[in-house]
């Protein structure tokens, strides 16, 4: 399972923003997709997360600010693919960030 921070930081570095950026109040475009976006990860990636829980994540109080969040970016993949793409290069960046935390095997000592 992929934690939400993980996700959080991975949509930060895609888009060039601060993760308090995203929850923050800013409407801008330039926070509003990457928020978006984190949100829609964050609810299909982490188990268990609800929309109660995204939305207190970012800083709003009302589920259905999430809701909407994940609806609109479910409609913009399939609708704009610049949207298809900048998830897929969060997906990448974040089986890149899995890798990096996967320990290595350590060999067994030979006795």
Known sequence: ??????????VCG????????????ARERTVSMPRQIA?????????????QNIADM???TDHTTARFWIKTVEANIANTSY????????EQALESAEQVQEP???PEPVT
């Open 83 to 90: 949207v298809a793409r900048f998830v897929d290069e969060v």
């Open 104 to 106: 290595e095997a350590t």
């Open 39 to 51: 949100a829609y990860l964050i609810y299909k990636k982490c188990d268990l997360m609800t929309f």
């Open 58 to 60: 970012f800083g709003r």
């Open 14 to 25: 895609v888009f060039h923003v601060k993760p308090e950026d995203l929850s923050g109040p």
């Open 1 to 10: 399972m992929i934690h939400p921070t993980t996700i959080v930081n991975a």
